[in-house]
C-alpha cells in the first residue's frame, strides 16, 4: 500500500511539474502564435487541455490521499482488531483456566466431603459394633460379672475391662462425633465451593460465549476490513495507472506543443528572414534607382553627385562643386570693406550650373560687372541669378525643372577667375542663398 502510495504521489509530482512547464511553454509562446490563427488555436486547445488535465490531476490526488487515509484506517482496524482478538483468545484461555480450576476444587471438595462420610459411617459402624456388643452384656451381667469376680485379680480383670469398655465408647463416641462433625462442615464446604465453582464456572461460560460472540464478529469485521482494504489497494493501483496515463498525455501534449513551437519559430525565423530580404531588395532597388537617376542627372548635366540633394527642395547649383570661395556678407578686398550679396563657387570653365528649383527663366542677360547671367523666377518673389556664366543653356520665357542645366561656368564680368555667383532675392531683397541651397 505504501509502495502504491509513494509511486502514486511521485506520479503525481512528475505530472505537475510538466504541467507547469507545459503552462510556462504555453504563457511564453502566446505572443509567438499570435500571427498564426490556426496555431493559436491549437494552443488555445492544448492550454484548455492542460489545465484540464491539470484539474484531473488534482482530483486525482485527493482521492488517493482519501484512499490512502482508508487504507490507513482499515490497517489500523485491522491491526486493532487482531491485537482485540488476541486478548479475547488470552481472556478466553483465562476463562477456561478458571473454570478448569474450578471444576477440579468442586471435585476435591466433593470427594473429601464423601471421605468425611464414609469416615463417619465407619465409625458409626464401630461404634454400633461396641454397642451390639455391650447390649449383649446386659447391665446387670456387668455387675454380676464384677460381684461374682472369684478374685481380686478377677475383679480388677473386670474392672480394668468395664474401664476399657467404657474408654473404648468414649473415645469411639467423640470419634464418632469429630467424624460427624467433619463431615458436616466437609459438606457445608463442598456446598459453599460447589456453588461458588458453579458460579465461576457460570462466568465463564458467559464469558466464553461473549468472546466467542465478539469474535465472529470481530472476524466478520476484519474480514470486512481486509476486503475494504485490499478494494482501497485496488483503487489507489487504478489511480495510478489513471494518473500515469494523464502523464503520458501530458508528455505527448507536450511534445506536440514542442513541434508546434519549434514549427511556429522556424515559421518565425523565415518571415523574418523573408522580410529582412524584402528589406535588402528594396534597398538594392532603392540604391539601383537612385544611380539610375544619378546617371540620368549626369546624362543632362554630365556630373551630378549631389546636387539633386537638399532637404527643403532647393538644389546645389554646381553639382560637381562645393568649392565655395565666398559667401555672402561683407568682406574686404584690398583695404576696402564691401558688401558680398551672393555665393561664389569655384569651378573649372564650362562646369554645369543647374537651376536650383523649377521656375521660369526670365532674363538670359549680360553685362559689365555681371557678365553672361540667367535670372529664374520660382513664384512668391523669389528669384535666382547665376552670373559670370561662359555660355547658357536656357531661353528667357524657358520653364526649367530643378536640376536642369541653366549655363556653363565662366569668368564673364568682374571676375577674378572661373567661378558661379549665385545670389537669391526675394521681393526685390537680397537674401543669404545658403538658406536655400545650404541645406
Ligand atoms: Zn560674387
Not at 540633394?309 to 546645389?316: E, I, P, Q
Not at 555672402?328 to 550650373?353: L, M, N, Q
Request: hydrophobic share 35%; proline share 1%; charged share 30%.
Amino acid at each position: 500500500m505504501r509502495v502504491i502510495n509513494k509511486s502514486g504521489a511521485n506520479a503525481f509530482v512528475r505530472a505537475m511539474s510538466i504541467i507547469l512547464c507545459l503552462i510556462l511553454i504555453i504563457g511564453s509562446s502566446v505572443s509567438l502564435s499570435a500571427n498564426s490563427s490556426k496555431t493559436s488555436q491549437q494552443l488555445s486547445k492544448a492550454r484548455d487541455k492542460a489545465k484540464q488535465i491539470q484539474k484531473q490531476l488534482a482530483n486525482s490526488q485527493s482521492e488517493l490521499k482519501k484512499l490512502k487515509n482508508l487504507a490507513d484506517k482499515r490497517s489500523g482496524d485491522l491491526a486493532w482488531l487482531n491485537q482485540r482478538t488476541k486478548d479475547q483468545q488470552k481472556a478466553y484461555e483465562d476463562a477456561l483456566r478458571r473454570k478448569d480450576s474450578a471444576l477440579i476444587v468442586m471435585e476435591q471438595t466433593t470427594s473429601e466431603y464423601e471421605a468425611a462420610v464414609q469416615e463417619f459411617e465407619d465409625q458409626k459402624e464401630i461404634y454400633g459394633e461396641r454397642l451390639a456388643l455391650m447390649y449383649q452384656l446386659p447391665e446387670k451381667s456387668i455387675l454380676e460379672a464384677l460381684m461374682s469376680s472369684e478374685d481380686l485379680q478377677t475383679y480388677f480383670t473386670n474392672h480394668r475391662l468395664m474401664k476399657i469398655i467404657s474408654d473404648t465408647d468414649e473415645l469411639m463416641l467423640s470419634r464418632l462425633q469429630a467424624a460427624e462433625k467433619h463431615a458436616e462442615e466437609m459438606k457445608e464446604a463442598a456446598e459453599a465451593s460447589y456453588e461458588d465453582m458453579e458460579k465461576l464456572v457460570a462466568e465463564a461460560d458467559q464469558l466464553l460465549a461473549d468472546i466467542k460472540a465478539d469474535r465472529d464478529i470481530s472476524a466478520k469485521k476484519l474480514k470486512k476490513a481486509e476486503s475494504a482494504l485490499s478494494k482501497a489497494e485496488e483503487e489507489s493501483l487504478l489511480w495510478a495507472s489513471e494518473m500515469k496515463k494523464m502523464e503520458e498525455n501530458v508528455s505527448f501534449l507536450q511534445k506536440k506543443y514542442k513541434k508546434q513551437l519549434s514549427a511556429e519559430e522556424a515559421k518565425r525565423k523565415a518571415d523574418a528572414e523573408a522580410k529582412r530580404k524584402a528589406a535588402e531588395e528594396a534597398r538594392a532597388k532603392k540604391e539601383a534607382a537612385k544611380k539610375e537617376a544619378g546617371k540620368k542627372a549626369e546624362t543632362k548635366n554630365k556630373k551630378s553627385v549631389k546636387a539633386s540633394s537638399g532637404k527643403s527642395g532647393w538644389l546645389w547649383p554646381v553639382p560637381s562643386s562645393r568649392n565655395i570661395t565666398s559667401y555672402y556678407g561683407y568682406r574686404h578686398i584690398f583695404g576696402s570693406r564691401r558688401f558680398h550679396y551672393g555665393v561664389d563657387i569655384a569651378a573649372p570653365v564650362g562646369t554645369k550650373i543647374v537651376a536650383i528649383k523649377s521656375g521660369v527663366v526670365l532674363i538670359c542677360g549680360s553685362n559689365r560687372v555681371s557678365g553672361k547671367y540667367v535670372s529664374i523666377d520660382h513664384g512668391q518673389g523669389i528669384i535666382s541669378s547665376y552670373r559670370h556664366l561662359s555660355g547658357f543653356a536656357v531661353k528667357a520665357g524657358q520653364r526649367v525643372s530643378a536640376g536642369q542645366t541653366v549655363g556653363y561656368m565662366g569668368s564673364t564680368g568682374r571676375s577674378t577667375g572661373p567661378h558661379l555667383h549665385i545670389d537669391i532675392s526675394v521681393s526685390g531683397r537680397y537674401v543669404n542663398p545658403m538658406r536655400y541651397i545650404g541645406r
